[in-house]
Each structure stands twice: as C-alpha cells, then as structure tokens.
T-cell receptor, first 115, second 112 residues
Framework: AQSVTQLGSHVSVSEGALVLLRCNYS??????LFWYVQYPNQGLQLLLK??????LVKGINGFEAEFKKSETSFHLTKPSAHMSDAAEYFC?????????????FGKGTLLTVNP | DAGVIQSPRHEVTEMGQEVTLRCKPI?????LFWYRQTMMRGLELLIY????????DSGMPEDRFSAKMPNASFSTLKIQPSEPRDSAVYFC??????????FGSGTRLTVV
C-alpha cells in the first residue's frame, strides 16, 4: 500500500524567495513519485516525475525535486518564486515497475506568492 | 492532441436525479481513471480501467455510482440517484504506462 503526507496545507512565500514544498511517502515497493500543480478551476498538470535513475529530477517552470530513499521524501523546490506559481501542488506515489499504475495523492499544499 | 476531454464542465441537478459524466481519454492511452475532489477529502480515486476493463472499483462510494468504458475512446460515470453529498469536482485522467496521468478539466457537480 502507498500513502503520501504533504507537510503544510498552506505555504506563503515572497516573490523571488525559495519555494520548498514537502512530501513524504510510504510504499511497500520501490515507488514512482510525481508532483502535480492545479490552478483554480483547472485539472491537474504534471510538473515532474521520478521513476528510476537520477534522483534529482527537473520539471517545468523551473521546479525540481529530489528523491531521497533514506528519508522517504520527495520535496519540491524552486529557487525563486514567481507570482504565476501561486496554485495548489499535489505530491503522488504509485508502485514502481509493476502493472498497477494507481496513483495515491497527498492532500495538497496551497502556495501563495506575495509581491 | 486535444487532451482528456470531459463533459459537461458544470452540472447542476436536483437530488434524486440521474447524472452522467463523460470522458474521452487521449488516443492510445491504456489506463483511464476517475477521481473525485472535495475540500474535505481531497482527491479520491473512484475507479480505474486498463484496456477498457475495470481493475479496481474499491473507491466507488456506493451502489449509486457506476462506471463503464465501452471502448477505448469513451467512459462514463453515472450517479443514480444523486444526493447533495455527491457535490464535488469529478476528474477523469488517462495514462500510458509510467508516463504520468493527463487530467481533464473536470466536471463540477452540484446536487441541490
């Protein structure tokens, strides 16, 4: 079974500041990990994913995340926040390498960017 | 590619009425998922299909909910009879293997 915990339902940063959104996962098998972004009244859009290989993955809009197996974490970062980054962000996990591609999502973190 | 297409975008119905939500996945994708999103419960997986076959429907809340996928390009989620607590945004998503899901824009359902 898989589960995801996103620490902090709401994160507020100033424009230009570092963005750090935390995600910890639990998985009985090696996981695949994902970050999605949701803008108001829209569906979820894939930001980045980790399946195998390099543990630091880069995504769209300058975001990146690092898979740390020892910490069971997959935190999302961006060096400098932009007003357009304001949205809700979801971390998700699925069992890796098998035939079950069912994603389990965290509760989401709402990112506010202040001018 | 037009992406995952859901219809309608908004649906307002009276309690007790039947509601049908529709989804057209991305051509070639072999997985299709139905999720429900509410403030209280977040994103909940209702059911998913692989090659048009239902694989896991353990998230379907009650017998009032049913889903079908008659072919690779179409799926429906039906609620009969609808209740106010079914009010939510329902998302359809499709995927190919480990590529990650592509979500539709959702159907906002309001049951009054």
């Amino acid at each position: 079974a898989q589960s995801v915990t996103q620490l902090g339902s709401h994160v507020s940063v100033s424009e230009g500041a570092l963005v750090l959104l935390r995600c910890n996962y639990s998985s009985s098998v090696p996981p695949y990990l994902f970050w999605y972004v949701q803008y108001p009244n829209q569906g979820l859009q894939l930001l980045l994913k980790y399946t195998t290989g390099a543990t630091l993955v880069k995504g769209i809009n300058g975001f990146e995340a690092e898979f740390k197996k020892s910490e069971t974490s997959f935190h999302l970062t961006k060096p400098s926040a932009h007003m357009s980054d304001a949205a809700e962000y979801f971390c998700a996990v699925s069992p890796g390498g098998g035939s079950n591609y069912k994603l389990t999502f965290g509760k989401g973190t709402l990112l506010t960017v202040n001018p | 590619d037009a992406g995952v297409i859901q219809s309608p975008r908004h649906e307002v119905t009276e309690m007790g009425q039947e509601v049908t939500l529709r989804c057209k996945p991305i051509s070639g994708h072999d997985y299709l998922f139905w999720y429900r999103q509410t403030m209280m419960r977040g994103l909940e997986l209702l059911i998913y299909f692989n090659n048009n076959v239902p694989i896991d429907d353990s998230g379907m809340p009650e017998d009032r909910f049913s889903a079908k996928m008659p072919n690779a390009s179409f799926s429906t989620l039906k609620i009969q009879p609808s209740e106010p607590r079914d009010s939510a945004v329902y998302f359809c998503a499709s995927s190919l293997s480990t590529s990650g899901y592509t979500f539709g824009s959702g159907t906002r359902l309001t049951v009054v």
